[in-house]
Structures are given as C-alpha cells and as structure tokens.
C-alpha cells in the first residue's frame, strides 16, 4: 500500500523544477499587481473642506439624498475600469468620498474629503440645494490630533460600526421619521448635535464614513447587491431559481410520460412550475414587511461604506467622560436601528501591544478605510442591548443606499444647546399659618 505523505513528498522532490517556477510567478505576479495599485494610489489627489451649514435649516434630509445621487455619477462602469489590463497592468482604484463628523470644543463640524479634481463638480451639489451653505477649503481635520496615541497626555477608544444583517436590509431613515405624528418627528441626528455641545476643548469624538459609489453590476465592489437583495427575497418568498428546460430534458420527459401513460396518470414540469407560483398572502406580515423594505433599498443608488468613530481625551478628561462618550456614540447610531430592517453594531477595538504609532488615509484593496498602523487588535465585547443574536454579520464594508446615507449625514434640521435653554427661577414662599410652631 502507497503511503500518502511519502508519494506527496516524493513527487515534489522529483518535480521540483516543475513546480517552483510556478510558485515564484504566482509571487511575482501578485507583487507585480500591488505595487501598481500602490502606485495608482500615490498619483491620486484629495481635497479637504469643511461644510458649514446656516443655522435654522428647515430642508429634509431629501436635499442631502439629492447630493448623494449626484455624487454617484462617479461610480466605476464595469464594462471599461474593471477590465483586465485596467484593473491589473493600471492598478486602478476608483474614487471615493469620506464625510467626517467632529465633536470638538463644544462644537460639531462637517468635512468632507474628495477627489481634488472634483472640486467645482462636489461644492456646485452642494450650492444647488444649500444656497446659503458655506463651503470653505480646510487641510485634514484629523492633522491636529497627536503623532502617536495612546502616549503620556492623551488615551483613545476605536470602534468599528457594522450591519448586524445582511446589508440588503435597510437601516431606518427619515423616511420612517416623517411617516410618525409631527410630535414625533424627531431627527435621528439630533442626539449627536446636542451632544456635541458637552465635548469640551481637551475631547474628541470623530466618525469617519467612507463612500464608494458602486452600480448594481459592480461585481469588484458592490458583488452585485441588487442582485443578492433579490436572491434573498426569493429566499424569504420561497421562490425557487428559474430553471430553463433544455430540448433534451422536454423530449426525455415526452419519451417517460409516453411509457407510463397506459399505468398511471402523467405530470409535466411546465405544470408544476405554475402550480408553484408565488402567492402574497402565503406570506406572514413579518415576511411580507421584510420583502418590502428589500426592494425599497435595492431601487435606489448604493455606496460600499466603511464607518469607524473613536473617542479622544487628554489623561485628566479620559476617566471622567469616557463613558458618557461612548454612551453618546451608541446611542447615535441606535437612533437608525430598525426591527423589521437592520441595525447598527459598535464593536470596540482594543490595543493589545503596541500603541498608535500614526493615522492615516490609505486604500486597502479596491476601497478606502481608515487604517491604524503598527498596532494589534482584536474584538472586545458589543455594545448593545442584552437580545444580540448570536450569528451576527462582522463584514466591515456594506451597502448603503443614497437614502440610507442621506439619513446619516445631513445638517441637523434643530440644534438646541443646552446653555440656552431658560430655566424657570425657583421662588421661595413661607410656611403655612396652620403648621403649629414648637419653641425650643
């Protein structure tokens, strides 16, 4: 009897010459495709500005999904950047957005980062539906935080926002807001632009969410979501693939059903199919909600997001507000979370040997992230309610639609600080003449 292990290692001491060209040009060609993507990356130019909204914005966030749908113009086109001679010889990587929200010294500030030669194109989107909007130039935001952290004068918490379902679920969006009483009608933004008045000068709390506009064919990057959102319905609607029967398959069925006749009754595939036609009211309310909030999202235009936020605090404010931070950015994002539809997971990022040696902006793959160099992580425990399920989805890059993003980031509609809130005077009145006095 041959012994496995011995063959195996025989055939590669005897095959060698055969064998190694083959490893050392699957080396070489993937260190070939990197350093012409890292290439494509050093060429690329991005702008910074800030977006400095009037006060009293009385728009919806309709005016931000606006900009959104004209922000995907820019998407890839499958058919002519993701060929191959682009894709491997160019080391192409399309462009992308990223918005960051800044809670700093009382204050909450919108940035945005761009592709410098889409300068004009992004501030005239933004002119045309805030005409009193004020766009000014800025260098990268997070610039001014320290070279290194955690170090001897500041501390860091860094977390990572997920989908917990699969991203073909939408979150909740204003849409849904403005479907409740106008009592009711609370902007889901509004916990983080009045909590950004209690973030002092010696604290921050940043999101950063990265958008990369994807079309529905996009297979590199948006794997096909509108596809896979239909798939998934037919999934809860329990609708089988449609299988085309081939002529060899129609005459073997005649043949078969042409024998048995005589015996006993015949069936034809074509029959059954109609039989098994999708039926709504077969559906149960949830099922039926679900399929719903599906094809909502997969009619709009889709973005891969990647969010991350963390909480920044000098040594002396770190204890004492770490916290009601981390509250404060969870209970932001559990403001878009939905039964029926999805919700957001923050998982925490802990350090485990070395700190943060630098922060920057780079491209992993096909897509931007922020990344933290020269450190180690690994995932914690979740902050959320006590009911995580125990499958959840940890992708970090998802879909969201232009109404999903637009929900997100758009100029809170009130801001009210809590330093103008008048408070009524307390008065003081004398005891009642009935209470007995009692001398001493």
């Known amino acids: 009897m041959i012994d496995p292990i011995s063959f195996v290692v025989k055939f590669i001491f005897d095959?060698?010459?055969?064998?190694?060209?083959?490893?050392?040009?699957?080396?070489?060609?993937?260190k070939f495709r990197d350093g012409k993507k890292m290439d494509y990356r050093r060429k690329m130019k991005w702008s910074f500005m800030e977006i400095i909204f009037p006060p009293g914005i009385t728009k919806t966030p309709r005016a931000m999904e606006d900009i959104f749908s004209a922000l995907h113009t820019i998407a890839a086109d499958p058919s002519t950047d993701w060929t191959w001679w682009?894709?491997?010889?160019?080391g192409f990587i399309p462009p992308s957005f990223c918005f960051l929200l800044i809670a700093h010294n009382s204050k909450l500030k919108f940035y945005l980062r761009f592709p410098a030669e889409l300068k004009d194109f992004v501030k005239s989107r933004f002119y045309i539906h805030y005409s009193e909007i004020k766009l000014v130039d800025s260098e990268d935001p997070l610039k001014v935080l320290p070279f290194r952290t955690p170090n001897s004068l500041f501390d860091v918490d860094i977390f990572n926002v997920v989908l917990e379902k699969e991203d073909s679920y939408p979150i909740k969006t204003y849409l849904d807001t403005e479907k409740l009483p106008k009592e009711q009608q609370i902007d889901s933004l509004s916990t983080f632009s009045e909590g950004a008045h209690q973030i002092s000068d010696k604290e921050w709390i940043v999101f950063q969410i990265f958008i990369l506009p994807v079309s529905s064919e996009d297979k590199e990057n948006g794997k096909k979501w509108v596809e896979r959102g239909q798939k998934l319905i037919n999934k809860i609607?329990?609708?089988?693939?449609?299988?085309?029967?081939?002529?060899?398959?129609?005459?073997?069925?005649?043949?078969k059903n042409l024998l048995i006749a005589p015996f006993k009754p015949i069936s034809w595939k074509s029959a059954e199919k109609k039989e098994n036609e999708f039926n709504i009211q077969k559906l149960t309310p949830l099922e039926r909600k679900s399929v719903e909030l599906i094809q909502s999202k997969i009619r709009k235009l889709g973005f891969l997001c990647n969010i991350r936020t963390f909480y920044l605090a000098t040594h002396d404010i770190y204890p004492l507000k770490r916290?009601?931070?981390?509250?404060?950015?969870?209970?932001?994002?559990?403001?878009?979370?939905?039964?029926?539809?999805?919700?957001?997971?923050?998982?925490?990022?802990?350090?485990?040997?070395?700190p943060l040696r630098k922060t920057k902006y780079l491209a992993l793959e096909n897509f931007d992230v922020f990344i933290l160099k020269n450190i180690e992580y690994f995932y914690t425990r979740i902050y959320r309610l006590p009911d995580l399920p125990?499958?959840?989805?940890?992708?970090?890059?998802?879909?969201?639609?232009?109404?999903?993003?637009?929900?997100?980031?758009?100029?809170?509609?009130?801001?009210?600080?809590?330093?103008?809130?008048?408070?009524?005077p307390v008065t003081e009145k004398p005891p009642p003449s009935k209470i007995p006095l009692v001398e001493l």
Do not use: C, Y
């Open 237 to 255: 609607i329990k609708k089988e693939e449609a299988k085309e029967i081939t002529l060899q398959e129609e005459i073997g069925e005649f043949i």
């Open 390 to 424: 125990r499958q959840i989805n940890l992708a970090k890059n998802f879909i969201l639609n232009t109404e999903e993003l637009a929900s997100l980031i758009h100029p809170p509609m009130e801001v009210i600080p809590e330093i103008t809130i008048e408070r009524l």
């Open 86 to 90: 682009n894709k491997n010889i160019n």
């Open 15 to 30: 095959f060698w010459w055969l064998i190694l060209p083959s490893l050392l040009l699957q080396i070489w060609w993937e």
């Open 323 to 354: 916290d009601s931070a981390i509250s404060l950015i969870i209970s932001v994002f559990k403001n878009f979370n939905s039964e029926e539809g999805n919700s957001f997971l923050v998982l925490p990022i802990t350090k485990v040997r070395r």
